[in-house]
């Protein structure tokens, strides 16, 4: 985690336009793209900028096998990244991407998407073996294939969210650590003020990006936002030279070179979901989309029941919130989840077998039960907007998500369709 900055110790400010709760990608994003437009903005963190799933993530910024509604953001991500590299190092690179094929069936997948999202202007394609093989030589692995984008990359999350905040900060952001919102004050039906652990700040339009923790926020305010967490775990290396610079997805593992000389190391399987009481309050919602998926994510029953179990679900602003006393998620790793992932990268470019492992990682990936975020105005409640429920993904598309968020609350059109991404779908 890094320091506070300055900004923590700022005085509360008396208004602004809008509030952001949340300083994670999606919420710095935001706050970036309001106050370039002049827009009197503050966010709020109830930890230190990117203490969650914003710096523990994989660090990919891609196109490749979105859901078709979020290419559009994805494309303009890119763009972004790339803007907000040439002002201040977020350790975005256009490394090119590759996903791995062993059979025609993957070839027929990733044909499948690529004629899909053709229409938006992707840049990707199919390489044959030897095309694939010229990007990942010294595999043990019978490759056939492989999808390739040569412009989607990465983005350093350990130090890209303070990148960009500090974007927001020279364009007139305020931006407070270590200073949770307990609440949201109406008047008039209408979104009047936060309520935060250090005071009052009066405003017209809220935003959550809470992340993991925007079920429960909405939920006290009357709003039923179907998500869940479900823990990913992540190792990197020493730095150390695999002749590998392309971000790779291999099936059962994943790989990218990392700013720092090292590879971040990840496998999709590798991800484990507690049984909460929100598992059973929301079963009607994901009981189908587990049921699609559960090879790819383990059901774990123990002492996470209890923790939630405890943890109100209803509290008053001027009592101490549970965004106070639990001021960070941050699982343990699954050793089984990291070493699966190891072996499989080992055994597929023995390379690896040399490679000192540094650190192993997890974080709670927020999910909805379609795997798309919701980018809204929370009906019912004037003033309220949520951005929340990435899903696994929300880090590439950050700057783009935000940006369209800034147009949102301005009340200006945005340039991304935001139906698909709508908070009511569920349960229309
Ligand atoms: C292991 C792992 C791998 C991933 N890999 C990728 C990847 O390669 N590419 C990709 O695009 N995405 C990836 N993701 C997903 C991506 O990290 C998330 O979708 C994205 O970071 C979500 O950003 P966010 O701002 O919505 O949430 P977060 O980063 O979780 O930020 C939410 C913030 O809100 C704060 N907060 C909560 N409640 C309050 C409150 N009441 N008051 C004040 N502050 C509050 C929290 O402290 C937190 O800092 C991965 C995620 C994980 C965990």
């Not at 598309?397 to 059109?413: F, K, S, T, V």
């Amino acid at each position: 985690m890094t320091a506070p900055s300055a900004d923590a110790a700022a005085p509360l400010p008396s208004s602004v336009d809008v509030a952001i709760i949340g300083g994670g990608v999606i919420g710095v994003s935001t706050a970036y793209a309001l106050a370039q437009a002049g827009v009197r903005v503050v966010l709020f963190e109830k930890a230190s900028l990117a203490c969650e799933q914003s710096s523990r993530n994989w660090g990919w910024v891609r196109t490749l096998t979105r859901d078709l509604p979020e290419v559009p953001l994805a494309l303009r991500a890119n763009q972004l990244w790339g803007d907000i590299q040439a002002r201040v190092d977020v350790g975005f690179r256009r490394t090119g991407m590759l996903y791995l094929q062993e059979n025609d069936a993957d070839a027929a997948g990733h044909q499948a998407w690529i004629d899909n999202a053709r229409v938006y202007g992707i840049d990707a394609r199919q390489l044959d073996r030897r095309a694939a093989l010229a990007l990942v030589p010294d595999s043990n692995r019978p490759w056939t294939g492989a999808m390739y984008s040569p412009t989607d990359g990465v983005a350093e999350p350990q130090f890209a969210v303070q990148g960009i905040a500090s974007l927001a900060r020279e364009a007139g952001a305020l931006i407070l650590e270590r200073c949770a919102v307990r609440g949201v004050e109406r008047a008039a039906g209408r979104v009047s003020a936060v309520i935060t652990e250090r005071g009052r700040v009066a405003t017209q339009a809220v935003l959550v990006a809470a992340g993991a923790w925007s079920r429960l926020f909405c939920g006290n305010l009357g709003a039923d936002f179907p998500q869940l967490k479900v823990r990913g775990s992540v190792m990197r290396t020493l730095p150390f030279d695999a002749g590998l610079t392309t971000a790779i997805n291999g099936k059962d593992f994943t790989c990218r070179k990392r700013a720092d000389g090292g590879y971040t190391v990840s496998q999709f399987g590798a991800s484990m979901a507690d049984l909460v009481p929100d598992s059973f309050r929301l079963l009607p919602h994901f009981i189908r989309p587990w049921l699609a998926n559960n090879t790819l994510v383990r059901l774990r029953f123990g002492k996470r029941f209890f923790q939630e179990l405890a943890m109100p679900r209803h509290f008053a602003a001027d009592r101490v919130s549970p965004f106070e006393r639990h001021r960070v998620l941050d699982p343990l790793p699954s050793r089984r989840g990291v070493e699966q992932a190891w072996q499989r990268l080992s055994d597929a470019f023995p390379v690896f077998r040399n490679a000192k492992i540094a650190q192993s990682w997890a974080g709670y990936i927020d999910v909805t039960p379609d795997a798309m975020p919701v980018m809204d105005a929370v009906p019912g409640l004037p003033g309220l907007y949520l951005a929340s429920g990435f899903s696994g993904h929300g880090f590439g598309i950050g700057p783009a998500a935000g940006e369209a968020m800034a147009r949102l609350i301005q009340g200006h059109a945005s340039s991304v369709d935001l139906k698909p991404f709508r908070f009511g779908r569920y349960t229309e």
